[in-house]
């Protein structure tokens, strides 16, 4: 049986939140797992809080961050407070579904399970548009060329790590938006931890929060970033 922490950061999302939860909450008791699932509001100015309260299971736990940190920080937030030995974080939109865990869990002697859209074997199926798809895939490109080759896709939302290689490595995050995915996978892969890639299922959500502009540079500069602290020695 599986020990689990689900850690989901949430921001305005009234509207699909409870609808994500019951999913989880449904799949997570049929399976028998021991579990918690810790929500971090990251700010939102909506009705998200009050209508996770409304939702009965006492092992759901709210973290609240007071103004918008990002969700590089809410995630971190989240993680270092699951207690369970394995921790999965994953969108609030559930892009990929819960049930992949399946799958995840034959590789539980890795020490961390990521999701991935770029894999041949990967099932796209609600595609982004073409002009945020371009993008992705220059970043990827980016991300293999400045920081981390091996990885084919850094930024899906689904990742399970062992606790105590979680917590040790979300210590050592410094990015707090969009690009602390690659971090994390940069620190794992300097420490040499075992990392499996896995395929999955996933649906474009196109209410996402990602600006296409801004935060397209505010990825490359954190890539920048992530080596400058390699180099000044944060991660040692």
């Known amino acids: 049986m599986l020990n689990l922490s689900i850690i989901i ?75 369970k030995d394995w921790i999965l974080f994953s969108d609030a939109d559930l892009s990929t579904p819960i049930e992949e865990l399946d799958n ?44 981390i080759r091996g990885i084919k896709d850094t930024q899906c939302g689904f990742k399970l790590f062992k606790k105590e290689v979680a917590h040790k490595i979300f210590n050592k995050q410094t990015i707090d938006r969009w690009g602390f995915d690659v971090e994390l996978m940069y620190i794992a892969h300097k420490y040499k931890y075992k990392i499996k890639e896995l395929p999955v299922i996933w649906l474009n959500d196109e209410k996402t929060k990602l600006n296409l502009f801004k935060d397209s540079i505010r990825m490359f500069l954190d890539l920048i970033k992530i080596r400058i602290n390699d180099l000044k020695g944060l991660y040692n």
Do not use: C, W
């Open 9 to 83: 950061p949430a921001y305005n999302e009234e509207h699909r939140i409870q609808k994500t939860l019951e999913k989880i909450i449904n799949y997570l008791k049929r399976k028998k797992y021991d579990y918690e699932i810790i929500i971090v509001d990251d700010g939102s100015k909506d009705n998200t809080i009050n209508v996770i309260k409304n939702i009965k299971d006492k092992k759901i736990k709210i973290l609240k961050n007071e103004i918008n940190r990002g969700k590089g920080y809410s995630v971190k937030k989240g993680i270092l407070n699951a207690k």
């Open 104 to 147: 995840f869990t034959k590789y539980l002697d890795y020490d961390i399970i990521i999701g991935s859209r770029n894999l041949k074997e990967s099932n796209i199926m609600i595609h982004q548009p073409f002009y945020r798809a371009y993008p992705g895939k220059i970043f990827s490109y980016l991300v293999r060329l400045i920081t």
